[in-house]
């Protein structure tokens, strides 16, 4: 497992305006756990011929089963083994939703055979990403932009721990009209280089352990208020473990959006269209600067538009950090 890194300053240095962060670019490869098992979906049973007695039940997509049957469940395999005790008798479940512990009862539908409960579960998940930024002052970093989300329900995936590794692109999928692209990377889940903390809707954010870039490589924070229409650079790693400059221009800025999305960016490097298409997946958390400044992240793709796409600001991102620092979760 990483070693956490004790923080030496105080979070409401977050918004100093000597506020300065190493931008990244380099991918990650992340691995996520839930502690329990989450309800990817729901389905039916008997071949499609009965409903799921899990929806009956009154369980929803992204509910984290943390007990059945009175069992504790922390992972996929401790499901299993208190599945297999099941019979065709009522058997209490105990899910967080929302924070929410709620105690449900499910009948299993044997007409089958085997009891059947009616959902896809999930306990974790595995990917690419990109890390945004490194603080100097505080040992933390911040990648991806957007939540890590079930990609079957969409559902933001409540994070038990996770890791993150060193990544080296090995593909482009380049993106196309209709069709997002993709990197394609390989990691040594064994190679871990810090821990995960917080996922959020801004993005994942935890501490380096390995691979800390220098203090001086770090670069003024700009405000929200500080972005301007026109020309920027995106620092993106498509190929092995290079990272490097790509010309984006940001055509809209969002006001007062609650959301992460906080600006519209188009790709006008000619090589990074030549080598992707535009913005791929595996590309999120790519930084953005601008007049010299770290201002956002890459999150999201334009489907039908490959060379558009949406960024998240750093200062939403630096909120979320001190979040999780007032918390006491990234103590």
Same mark, same amino acid.
């Given at each position: 497992m990483a070693v956490l890194m004790a923080?030496?300053?105080?979070?409401?240095?977050?918004?100093? /305006?000597?506020?300065? $962060? %190493?931008?990244? #670019?380099?991918?990650?490869?992340?691995?996520?756990?839930?502690?329990? %098992?989450?309800v990817a979906s729901l389905t039916s049973t008997e071949n499609g011929g009965a409903p799921s007695p899990a929806a009956e039940a009154g369980l929803l997509p992204g509910d984290l089963i943390t007990a059945l049957g009175g /069992? !504790?469940?922390s992972s996929a395999e401790d499901f299993r083994k208190a599945a297999e005790k099941l019979t065709g008798e009522p058997v209490s479940v105990t899910v967080k939703r929302e924070e929410e512990d709620l105690q449900m009862t499910i009948t299993p539908n044997t007409a089958s055979g085997t009891p059947e409960l009616g959902?896809?579960?999930? +306990?974790?998940?595995?990917?690419?990403?990109?890390?945004?930024? =490194?603080?100097?002052?505080?040992?933390? =970093?911040?990648?991806?932009?957007?939540?890590?989300?079930? *990609?079957d329900s969409g559902v933001v995936i409540p994070l038990g721990s996770g890791e993150i590794m060193r990544s080296v692109v090995v593909e482009v999928v380049r993106g196309e009209v209709g069709q997002p692209?993709? $990197?394609?990377?390989?990691? +040594?889940?064994?190679a871990i280089?810090? &821990?995960?903390?917080g996922n959020t809707s801004c993005g994942?954010? #935890?501490?380096?352990?390995?691979?800390?870039?220098?203090?001086? !490589?770090?670069?003024?924070?700009?405000?929200?208020?500080?972005?301007?229409?026109?020309?920027?650079?995106? $620092?993106s790693n498509v190929s092995g473990t290079? %990272? *490097?400059? =790509?010309k984006v221009e940001i055509e809209r800025i969002y006001k007062d959006e609650v959301t992460g999305r906080s600006m519209m960016i188009k790709i006008t490097d000619e090589e990074l269209l030549e080598k992707t298409g535009g913005i791929v997946q595996g590309m999120s958390g790519s930084p953005i600067i601008q007049n010299g400044?770290?201002?956002? *992240?890459?999150?999201?793709?334009?489907? &039908?538009?490959?060379? !558009?796409?949406?960024? %998240?600001?750093?200062? !939403?991102?630096?909120?979320?950090?001190?979040?999780?620092?007032?918390?006491?979760?990234?103590?």
């Open positions: 923080f030496t300053v105080t979070c409401q240095t977050a918004f100093a /305006e000597q506020k300065r $962060l %190493v931008p990244m #670019g380099s991918t990650i490869g992340i691995s996520m756990s839930t502690d329990g %098992v989450m /069992e !504790k469940i959902m896809w579960l999930r +306990d974790g998940i595995s990917g690419i990403g990109t890390l945004t930024y =490194y603080d100097p002052q505080t040992g933390m =970093y911040g990648g991806l932009g957007h939540s890590i989300c079930d *990609a692209g993709e $990197l394609h990377g390989i990691f +040594d889940v064994n280089c810090g &821990n995960i903390l994942i954010f #935890g501490n380096l352990s390995q691979g800390i870039p220098l203090s001086d !490589k770090a670069i003024p924070v700009a405000y929200e208020r500080e972005i301007e229409l026109g020309e920027a650079t995106v $620092l290079d %990272v *490097a400059g =790509y400044k770290l201002i956002g *992240a890459v999150t999201h793709v334009l489907v &039908n538009d490959p060379e !558009k796409g949406f960024a %998240v600001s750093v200062e !939403k991102m630096l909120r979320e950090s001190e979040t999780l620092c007032e918390s006491g979760r990234a103590a």
